[in-house]
Nanobody, 120 residues
Framework: QVQLVESGGGLVQAGGSLRLSCAAS????????MGWYRQSPGKQREWVAG???????NYVDSVKGRFTISRDNAKVTVYLQMNSLKPEDTAVYYC??????????????WGQGTQVTVSS
């Protein structure tokens, strides 16, 4: 079993910054993609950013140039640096990790979610 623990959410004024962290622990042979999603009230969960094991990054258009995803494979942790935050970034942010077992089967794991609130 794998556990994901998120931290770093909070309340910030528009234009401010926050850094989210998501640390994975447990029975982990290997990890492929790590990423972040978010969900606002009344909306579906939205993919925000992803990073492959080799470090290739992708972002949803609305956060390009403002958010940066990174990972520390030694610490099995993924980060999301969020700058120039806007009220529309307000959401619960979830990390997602694709874990690979010794039989090369992939499993999705989700963090518990952390609230990010951006005031105008």
């Amino acid at each position: 079993q794998v556990q994901l623990v998120e931290s770093g959410g909070g309340l910030v004024q528009a234009g401010g910054s926050l850094r989210l962290s998501c640390a994975a622990s447990g029975s982990i042979f290997s990890i492929n993609t790590m990423g972040w999603y978010r969900q606002s009230p009344g909306k579906q969960r939205e993919w925000v950013a992803g990073i492959t094991r080799s470090g290739s990054r992708n972002y949803v258009d609305s956060v390009k140039g403002r958010f940066t995803i990174s990972r520390d494979n030694a610490k099995v942790t993924v980060y999301l640096q969020m700058n120039s935050l806007k009220p529309e970034d307000t959401a619960v942010y979830y990390c997602n990790v694709v874990v690979v077992d010794t039989f090369r089967r992939e499993y999705d794991y989700w963090g518990q979610g952390t609230q990010v609130t951006v005031s105008s």
